[in-house]
């Protein structure tokens, strides 16, 4: 059940675009996506909730193809800051429509040189 | 708002022993989860508790359990210890635990098992 990340790392120069996929096997209720940076918690950026939904950070953005049970994060103008380990966490469908357990992906480890 | 706080912030255990990891969620929060992260296996789901009751369980060992008290702090404890285990251990709350929520996540637990 847990969702599948690419690519697994990446390596990018200040101000290139980056995108990250995340894809899943089972029907999706809702895709978050995380940043953690080495030693910290991770932090949350967004959660979309409604298939073909996108949501902006700043530049960084996201978008939910609830029928390929797929979602993808934008960053754009990469920035230094922006290096990290990236989540992505899908909330499965439960029968009766109660509690979906958030399952993560094993990240993307994303890092921006100068 | 004081965050996601857990305690403690490191610990090393040998082969064999028990150890209890605690955690307090914002206030308001009902919902804790509990996760395991491992360089290669990513963040691993353990359980979440709702209102003192255990909602949903990953697929972990009977070694690893918790509890929730009616304050909303929960615990996990983990007997005899692998080496396995060793990891940093993160506990998440949100408000109701529902999969359209945002994930709070504290600063984590790391554990060495020697």
């Known amino acids: 059940q847990q969702p599948v990340q690419s690519p697994q790392a990446v390596i990018l120069r200040e101000g290139e675009d980056a995108v990250i996929n995340c894809s899943s096997s089972k029907a999706l209720y809702s895709v978050h996506w995380y940043r953690q940076k080495h030693g910290e918690a991770p932090v949350f950026l967004m959660i979309l909730l409604k298939g073909g939904e996108q949501k902006g950070h700043e530049k960084i953005s996201a978008s939910f193809n609830e029928k390929k049970q797929q979602s993808s994060l934008y960053l754009t103008a990469s920035q230094l800051s922006y290096s990290g380990t990236y989540f992505c966490?899908?909330?499965?469908?439960?029968?009766?429509?109660?509690?979906?357990?958030?399952?993560f992906g094993i990240g993307t480890k994303l890092q921006v040189i100068p | 708002k004081a965050g996601v706080t857990q305690t403690p912030r490191y610990l090393i255990k040998t082969r064999g022993q028990q150890v209890t990891l605690s955690c307090s969620p914002i206030s308001g929060h009902r919902s804790v989860s509990w996760y395991q992260q491992t360089p290669g296996q990513g963040l691993q789901f353990l359980f979440e508790y709702f209102s003192e009751t255990q909602r949903n369980k990953g697929n972990f060992p009977g070694r690893f359990s918790g509890r929730q008290f009616s304050n909303s702090r929960s615990e996990m404890n983990v007997s005899t210890l692998e080496l396995g285990d060793s990891a940093l251990y993160l506990c998440?709350?949100?408000?109701?635990?529902?999969?359209?929520?945002?994930?709070?996540f504290g600063p984590g637990t790391r554990l060495l098992v020697l």
């Open positions: 966490g899908t909330g499965l469908k439960g029968i009766s429509g109660g509690y979906q357990k958030v399952t």
């Open positions: 998440a709350s949100s408000s109701t635990g529902t999969g359209g929520e945002t994930q709070y």
